[in-house]
């Protein structure tokens, strides 16, 4: 089977011919990828070469943003770019650009022949609507806004919507992507930063009028939030989001639970990248954790974010022979 087969395969809840996807949703930091290169890797080694040297499956992001090129960006991480209704509105035309559609167009392009002939998994990256607030408003004050700021946020998320899917339609009749991934990063390890009615107040509108668009042309529609998602899962469902990443095991996400739970729920994600330092008895557990759900269908295993940069070169070759072992068990039955 070819990479995008297997993927698609499991998204369906289907098993694929030979083995499961071998994906990293998204890699090792930049920092580990330069330790790596002091411990034997070639120092000229890109992206492309890494992939087929450690034997992955390429999953390729493309994405539209709300940000335009040329918007001005907060002085600080987490900081505001706008404060206000009349600051939203200095910044609108450098938001929700034509210039991102056409990059994007461009993107997909250059991929078409590769995904056509099953080569690669593209995911579509969208702002979602908890996440894109936050990067114009500030961390701290977009939790505020709920409260002080209503009619702007939800200005915000109807402006998004419109570009959002002005996106999907541009795209999909050029390339159809094989999930689209919402950017959102609204839970923590105790859970969601917002409560159950303001997601059904402030963002489920909009998923509501976005995600059946998506749904139409066949392509699964997954949230990437980070920390502990268990307890907005029900809610994410309720509004046509299919599948979470990355089930991040430090949050205490538990794989196992949630399908148990959620029973069509699609994740991505899920292995434990703390246990990949600890050598080769540590990382086998962490796939015997996660085999029998590997073997359900609907998860397809990754690194749960990013491998960091404590993992060394050899322990990161035998994380890949144990998943390619397991990738193979998990077919076999």
Known sequence: ????????????????????????????????????????????????????????????????????????????????????????EAVLPHLYADATIEALLASAASLKERHDRGEIVIRLWLDGFFWFPRILLGIEPHLYAFHDQPALLHRINEDLTRFNLRAVEALFPVLKPDMVGFAEDMSYNHGP?????????????????????????????????????????????????????????????DVAALRRQFPTLLMMGGYDKMVMPHGEAAMRAEFERLLPVMRGGGFIPSVDHQTPPGVSLENYRTYMALFREYAERAVRG
Not at 223 to 241: E, H
Request: charged residues 25%; glycine residues 10%; negative net charge.
């Open 1 to 88: 089977m070819t990479p995008r087969e297997r993927f698609c395969s499991v998204l369906e809840f289907r098993v694929p011919d030979d083995r499961m996807p071998m994906v990293e949703w998204a890699a090792w930091w930049d920092t580990t990828f330069s330790r790596w290169k002091t411990e034997g890797l070639p120092a000229d080694m890109g992206w492309d070469e890494s992939l087929r040297h450690f034997g992955l499956d390429p999953l390729v992001c493309i994405g539209a943003g709300g940000i335009g090129p040329d918007c001005p960006r907060a002085t600080s991480h987490g900081g505001a770019i706008v404060r206000d209704e009349a600051d939203y």
């Open 193 to 253: 930063m917002l409560s159950e009615r303001q997601f059904e107040t402030f963002l489920a509108p909009y998923y509501r009028r976005l995600n059946p668009v998506i749904a139409g042309h066949g392509v699964r529609v997954l949230v990437d939030s980070d920390g502990d998602i268990t307890r907005m899962a029900p809610w994410l469902l309720d509004v046509g989001i299919e599948g979470v990443y990355p089930l991040e095991r430090q949050a205490g996400v």
